[in-house]
């Protein structure tokens, strides 16, 4: 049998590059399922529901893009908008789950969440700006957020992106303990917040995109477009 070292160069150079591609392939399969799997994890803990972080991932690629963000961005921010709130898992059940106001020190505790995000996706290869993303999540605009009371260019703008359809969705999305706001709601108050906590550029993007599709958004949020509080 021909060994690679009885080959020609020139075809050599293409086995060698052939093999390079597929061990890419494999760590992108790799990488793929890792995000699933802690994807599943923050389900488990029904921390994040799979519907809510894959409309998250959507819809932060497609506001992405209409801001021209580069392709090589998406993939980021895809992730980021998936796992975010991973962090929440080092949150003690008691203080997740707690249906009256948070204590300080609870509250303290809670907004660690986006530093264990980060904490954990830095870990894996690759996931760089990911992570970076997940720990200014909740940033705002203006300066008064945390972790790092970043303001506006300062935030990174996958965390921007992330941060406005997160907040978006969570108004729109029925709970045990209320019901979804109606869209025009949800858009007053992401308008009425554009240039404090959020960025008035991915807002003006956002509302765009979902001014056309409302309905499509509510149907998968199991919300109608006029559920009030
Ligand atoms: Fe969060």
Same mark, same amino acid.
């Given at each position: 049998?021909?060994? @690679?070292?009885?080959?020609?160069p020139?075809?050599?150079?293409? %086995?060698?590059? @052939?093999?390079?591609?597929?061990?890419?392939?494999?760590?992108?399969?790799?990488?793929?399922?890792?995000?699933?799997? %802690?994807?599943?994890?923050?389900?488990?803990?029904?921390?994040?529901?799979?519907?809510?972080?894959? !409309?998250?991932?959507?819809?932060?690629?497609?506001?992405?893009?209409?801001?021209?963000?580069?392709?090589?961005?998406?993939?980021?921010?895809?992730?980021?908008?998936?796992?975010?709130?991973?962090?929440?898992?080092?949150i003690?059940?008691?203080?997740?789950?707690?249906?009256?106001?948070?204590?300080?020190?609870?509250?303290?505790?809670?907004?660690?969440?986006?530093?264990?995000?980060?904490?954990?996706?830095?870990?894996?290869?690759?996931?760089?700006?990911?992570s970076?993303?997940? @720990?200014?999540?909740?940033?705002? %605009?203006?300066?008064?957020?945390?972790?790092?009371?970043?303001?506006?260019?300062?935030?990174?703008?996958?965390?921007?992106?992330?941060?406005?359809?997160?907040?978006?969705?969570?108004?729109?999305?029925?709970?045990?303990? !209320?019901?979804? @706001?109606?869209?025009?709601?949800?858009?007053? !108050?992401?308008?009425?917040?554009?240039?404090?906590?959020?960025?008035?550029?991915?807002?003006r993007?956002?509302?765009?995109?979902?001014?056309?599709?409302?309905?499509?958004?509510?149907?998968?949020?199991?919300?109608?477009?006029?559920a009030?509080?």
């Amino acid at each position: 049998m021909e060994t @690679l070292g009885t080959i020609p160069p020139e075809i050599a150079g293409n %086995f060698d590059w @052939l093999r390079v591609k597929e061990l890419e392939e494999q760590q992108r399969s790799l990488l793929r399922s890792v995000v699933c799997g %802690f994807n599943q994890l923050l389900d488990l803990r029904d921390l994040n529901t799979g519907i809510h972080s894959t !409309r998250l991932a959507e819809w932060s690629v497609r506001v992405a893009r209409k801001l021209g963000l580069p392709d090589s961005e998406l993939y980021q921010l895809e992730v980021a908008a998936l796992l975010h709130d991973i962090g929440k898992i080092g949150i003690p059940d008691a203080i997740l789950r707690k249906e009256g106001k948070l204590t300080d020190d609870e509250r303290a505790l809670m907004n660690k969440h986006p530093e264990y995000s980060w904490s954990i996706l830095r870990l894996f290869p690759g996931f760089d700006k990911a992570s970076l993303y997940a @720990l200014h999540h909740h940033e705002s %605009f203006d300066g008064h957020g945390y972790p790092g009371g970043l303001k506006g260019d300062e935030i990174p703008i996958g965390s921007r992106i992330v941060s406005v359809i997160d907040a978006y969705d969570a108004m729109i999305s029925n709970r045990c303990y !209320r019901k979804g @706001l109606s869209h025009e709601e949800a858009v007053r !108050r992401l308008s009425a917040g554009s240039g404090t906590q959020f960025d008035p550029s991915v807002v003006r993007a956002f509302l765009e995109i979902a001014g056309k599709e409302v309905a499509n958004v509510f149907a998968a949020t199991g919300a109608s477009p006029s559920a009030v509080i």
